[in-house]
């Protein structure tokens, strides 16, 4: 099992950047695929990005890409996700998940975090 905890989250103005962290617990980190996901609210949570365990490969939502990137660092056990030119639509939870299933597919993702509030001002 991985333990997950997203931090990072906050207020930000529309066209400013944050960056979130997740840090996992437990020696088999590099194990697991990794990946973002939001929800908005009122809305279904959703796909942001994912990347594989070595970190070579990363999908991201047609909606965050060229402005999200996702990043890992198997040596601290930490998953991050830099978010640039934000939008208010970017507004949700985010949360950090793992998987040891296939890469793209997202209903294998078993492990999550709490989740870190995003919140983007216009």
């Known amino acids: 099992q991985v333990r997950l905890v997203e931090s990072g989250g906050g207020l930000v103005q529309a066209g400013g950047s944050l960056r979130l962290s997740c840090a996992a617990s437990?020696?088999?980190?590099?194990?697991?695929?990794m990946g973002w996901f939001r929800q908005a609210p009122g809305k279904e949570r959703e796909f942001a990005a994912v990347?594989?365990?070595?970190?070579?490969?990363?999908y991201y939502a047609d909606s965050v890409k060229g402005r999200f990137t996702i990043a890992r660092d198997n040596a601290k056990n930490t998953m991050y996700l830099q978010m640039d030119s934000l939008k208010s639509e970017d507004t949700a939870v985010y949360y950090c998940?793992?998987?040891?299933?296939?890469?793209?597919?997202?209903?294998?993702?078993?492990?999550w975090g709490q989740g870190t509030r995003v919140t983007v001002s216009s």
């Open positions: 998940a793992a998987s040891t299933g296939p890469l793209n597919d997202y209903g294998r993702f078993d492990y």
């Open positions: 437990g020696r088999t980190f590099s194990r697991y695929n």
């Open positions: 990347i594989s365990t070595s970190g070579a490969l990363r």
